[in-house]
């Protein structure tokens, strides 16, 4: 059912914990499945140096936060502005269509963040 890059973000996720020194962070929950995501963003000269997540809920939050958090590392913070769900859905390694909430709340979840900024 899911990839191999899917399982392997659950088995081995990148940048899960707290950023301690973060300029901006943003938790939000998704009030139907009570699903849980935050991020934590350090920006120097307009690039994501540094990005972190903890997640709480279903498998596919956990994948979706894990890849968001990855990809942002050393991406500006435009094109950071720029990231859709399905973005996020492709670099988990592919989300169940009947899960694709925990790619919408990785995607609101740095927006927010960015708000911040």
């Not at 301690?20 to 307009?46: F, I, K, W, Y």
């Not at 939050?61 to 492709?90: F, K, W």
């Amino acid at each position: 059912m899911y990839s191999a890059a899917f399982r392997d973000h659950l088995a081995n996720p990148r940048n899960a914990g707290e950023l301690e020194d973060a300029d901006a962070a943003a938790e939000l929950t998704n009030p139907v499945c009570g699903d849980r995501l935050r991020l934590s963003l350090r920006v120097r000269e307009g690039r994501v140096e540094a990005a972190r997540f903890l997640a709480y809920g279903c498998p596919p939050t956990l994948a979706c936060g894990s890849a968001l958090a990855s990809m942002l590392e050393g991406m500006s913070v435009g094109d950071a502005a720029r990231i859709n769900r399905q973005d996020v859905a492709r670099a988990a390694g592919g989300v169940p269509p009947r899960r694709g909430h925990a790619a919408a709340l990785a995607v609101e979840t740095l927006r927010e963040a960015l708000a911040g900024i």
